[in-house]
């Protein structure tokens, strides 16, 4: 067989429905197809057509002590990227266990905080067991009284945090990059009238099912089966970055708070709010520490704080 028809199999591979897949999957898939295909074949296609990001050194420093303690919600939307006029779901909710890696992606209508609570009550849904911890940003619909009653209507703590929650926010690239790039090729067979939301349930099976994490070192649902749960943990304690260690705070202390910035912000612009507030009031949760600062309405934690 031709080499142009090899790289045309393992195009065909990498952009259906169930691919975007490592090498080595690529390859066994290729070769179900056509025996003659070797992983040179493979790495030449990979180089030519796949980009590769450099990883960022090290992982989260936070270590979930079991499956379906903690969950990081966000939410993201599409912007330039509502592929068809008649889209109804301009968005997504985003839900992801923190030990497993393991995601649901729920779309949503609307920013509007009804419409988020629906999301949410489908992501536990399908998550299948209800966490001990939500994190989320202070996105405007997620710090509504409202959602607040409903997570705490189901004996759910949640805690909120100034930056973007950092898990959900990088599975978000990976959702958005795996989503485009179908498009793309869907778009060059002369596609037309795209909807995201074609492609959710394939990407997330893909994703759960197929993409090993590098810091629990096997693929979501692998992580999540009881058996590989403990050895899933040692795994994310053994790459965590070191804790950093933060000058101490005491009440009375003047602190500036984090600002929250957009993730296509430039590095340089100030990570902190103008002026300064005191702490009033330290508390201690689950062996973390908030903070209350006058005339603030919600407790922060240390990362989010400056002391000067």
């Known amino acids: 067989m031709s080499e142009s028809k090899k790289q045309q199999i393992i195009r065909d591979i990498y952009f259906d429905k169930a691919g975007y897949g490592s090498r080595k999957t690529t390859l066994e898939d290729a070769k179900k197809k056509e025996p003659t295909i070797k992983k040179e074949d493979v790495e030449q296609f990979f180089r030519k057509n796949v980009e590769i990001k450099a990883k960022p050194r090290g992982h989260n420093s936070f270590v979930a002590p079991h499956n379906n303690h903690t969950y990081q919600i966000d939410l993201f939307f599409m912007g330039y990227y509502d592929f068809d006029e008649e889209q109804k779901y301009r968005g997504g909710l985003v839900c992801i266990d923190v030990l497993s890696k393991y995601a649901v992606v729920i779309p949503i209508v609307s920013k509007n905080e009804p419409d988020v609570i629906e999301a949410t009550k489908e992501a536990l849904k399908r998550m299948g067991k209800k966490p001990k911890i939500i994190y989320s940003d202070d996105e405007k619909a997620i710090a509504g ?33 795996m989503l485009f790039k179908r498009v793309e090729a869907d778009e060059k067979k002369g596609r037309e009238h795209i909807k995201w939301t074609d492609y959710n349930l394939e990407i997330m099976l893909t994703y759960n099912d197929k993409m090993k994490h590098s810091a629990t070192g096997m693929t979501p649902n692998q992580a999540r089966k009881e058996k590989n749960e403990f050895r899933a943990m040692l795994n994310v304690a053994s790459k965590a970055k070191k804790e950093r260690i933060y000058p101490t705070l005491e009440v009375g202390d003047k602190v500036k708070i984090m600002r929250k910035k957009a993730i296509t912000e430039k590095e340089r612009t100030s990570h902190w709010l103008k002026g300064y507030y005191v702490v009033q009031e330290i508390a201690e949760k689950l062996n973390q520490k908030y903070y209350k600062l006058t005339d603030y309405p919600r407790l922060l934690m240390r990362h989010e704080l400056l002391k000067i």
Do not use: M, Q
């Not at 930056?163 to 978000?172: D, K, L, N, Q, S």
């Open 145 to 177: 009284g409202d959602f607040k009653d409903y997570i705490e209507g189901e004996n759910i703590e949640l805690y909120r945090t100034r930056g973007h929650p950092a898990f959900a926010e990088r599975f978000i690239r990976t959702y958005k990059d």
